[in-house]
């Protein structure tokens, strides 16, 4: 079981910038796909972005490809979600996921470790 602990949620106005964080243990970080999913009030939880071993990157086009970044430093052991042009639509809990395959996805159920969340909320 790979432990994950998330950070960087908060409050910001539109258009405003976050980056969320996310460390993690394990000795073989570096071969786990790391994904970020949120869930709104009253939704169920949604993809945001995943990143697997070398640094490919597959994105929700929808919501928010060309505003999130996803990236990975293997040799801390964490991942990052860089978020910009924020929208109020943004607002939600916010989660760091590992799979310890090599198999990137874009399915929560194939994710087996997950962090507690941390919130973010955009105001108009």
């Known amino acids: 079981q790979v432990q994950l602990l998330e950070s960087g949620g908060g409050l910001v106005q539109a258009g405003g910038s976050l980056r969320l964080s996310c460390a993690a243990s394990?000795?073989?970080?570096?071969?786990?796909?790391m994904g970020w999913f949120r869930q709104a009030p009253g939704k169920e939880r949604e993809f945001v972005a995943a990143i697997n071993w070398i640094g490919s990157a597959i994105y929700d086009a929808d919501s928010v490809k060309g505003r999130f970044t996803i990236s990975r430093d293997n040799a801390k052991n964490m991942v990052y979600l860089q978020m910009n042009s924020l929208k109020p639509e943004d607002t939600a809990v916010y989660y760091c996921?590992?799979?310890?395959?090599?198999?990137?996805?874009?399915?929560?159920?194939?994710?087996?470790?997950w962090g507690q969340g941390t919130q973010v909320t955009v105001s108009s």
């Open positions: 996921a590992a799979k310890t395959d090599n198999f990137i996805s874009t399915d929560a159920p194939s994710f087996g470790s």
């Open positions: 394990g000795r073989t970080f570096s071969r786990y796909v």
